[in-house]
């Protein structure tokens, strides 16, 4: 089995890490600058690919968010599975398009929403189809995170036209585990703030959102806090309470007799919280060793066909951020994620 990774930043040294003892798998790299020497692998680029006329069997792209359709593309063109990271691409085009890629070919094409897998979000799940809250009346959902100034250096990090702000970044699994839980979106509005000393696009966002079946949301997300502080999904029900928390949304806990209760059984420990690397917690194992079959469907519901609304959500709040604030003068978000 050949796996290839695409970019060895954050994400891609975790999935390297993660995948360093996969039995009977040939691991290669596509990276010139970042070599982990700890673990066994072979770097390659897209013109010996190309040249030599190699195949493999799954791509991992964990590329900048601006390259990722591009790198899809490449390899669904070439047969293979592809997992993309988050967000899979910045464009609602370029999304039909590798679906009708991976469609035609009879690929994987899936995204990595890896907070699907939690204990946590599959008991919540639970809980709303069993209707033990009642009726949903309010949901808070919540996130305080850091990145410092050095995080954004890196000419793609918190540009629109390669990644996007705290929404599209950090706060998509939050946004996911709202909407892939509670239901699509009526109506909203947002207010944004931007510390253009640190990035180009918002590091701060504010959005009521309600939902099509009669529930409101408060949602709020930055990364100004001065650590990752949390993650949380609050909800309010006409029977109960449950909140969703931890730094990758890990805990399961409940109101019971007037006290508030940590379901250990449906909850996950996260040892650090420490940068970047602290709210991807344990999907991705659970992900891989799904991905990483001949099973082509997600028992997540991770294939990006199932998931352009997520992008067309973020699209919205974009064009309504970028509108109110005019932005570089850009008056839509069509002129910078071309949708």
Not at 192 to 198: E, M, V, Y
Not at 266 to 286: I, L, Q, V, Y
Not at 319 to 327: A, E, H, S
Request: glycine letters at 6%; charged letters at 30%.
């Amino acid at each position: 089995m050949n796996i290839v990774i695409v970019g060895l930043g954050v994400a891609g040294k975790h999935y390297l890490d993660l995948l360093k003892n996969t039995k009977k798998a040939n691991l290669f790299i596509i990276d010139e600058k970042k070599i982990d020497k700890s673990i066994n692998y072979k770097i390659i680029s897209f013109e010996k690919i190309k040249k030599e006329k190699i195949y493999f069997d799954f791509a991992i792209i964990a590329s900048p968010s601006g390259l990722h359709f591009k790198h899809a593309e490449f390899f669904l063109k070439r047969k293979t599975n592809v997992l993309i990271e988050k967000p899979f691409v910045l464009r609602i085009d370029q999304a039909k398009k590798l679906i009708n890629i991976a469609k035609n070919n009879k690929l994987k094409c899936w995204t990595s929403l890896q907070n699907r897998y939690n204990l946590s979000l599959i008991m919540l799940k639970k809980e709303l189809r069993k209707k033990s809250l009642g009726k949903i009346n309010l949901i808070d959902c919540t996130m305080l995170w850091h990145r410092n100034k050095k995080y954004y250096f890196d000419n793609w990090r918190g540009k629109y036209s390669m990644d996007g702000g705290v929404l599209t970044n950090q706060a998509i699994h939050l946004l996911d585990a709202l909407i892939y839980n509670f239901g699509k979106v009526i109506s909203f509005n947002v207010i944004a703030g931007f510390n253009k000393k640190k990035l180009e696009a918002e590091d701060l966002i504010l959005i009521n959102f309600k939902h099509e079946n009669n529930i409101y949301t408060s949602f709020k997300a930055t990364t100004r806090a001065d650590r990752n502080y949390r993650s949380a999904i609050d909800v309010i029900g006409s029977k109960g309470r449950i909140i969703i928390k931890g730094i990758s949304l890990n805990t399961f806990n409940k109101f019971k007799n007037g006290r508030l209760y940590k379901n250990e059984k449906n909850s996950e420990r996260f040892e650090t919280d420490a940068g970047a690397k602290g709210g991807m917690g344990f999907g991705h194992k659970k992900l891989l060793k799904e991905f990483l079959t001949k099973n082509k469907k997600s028992s997540r519901d991770l294939e990006i066909s199932k998931n352009i609304y997520l992008l067309k959500v973020i699209h919205s709040v974009y064009n309504k951020v970028l509108k109110q604030n005019k932005v570089d003068k850009i008056k839509s978000v069509n002129s910078v994620l071309g949708f």
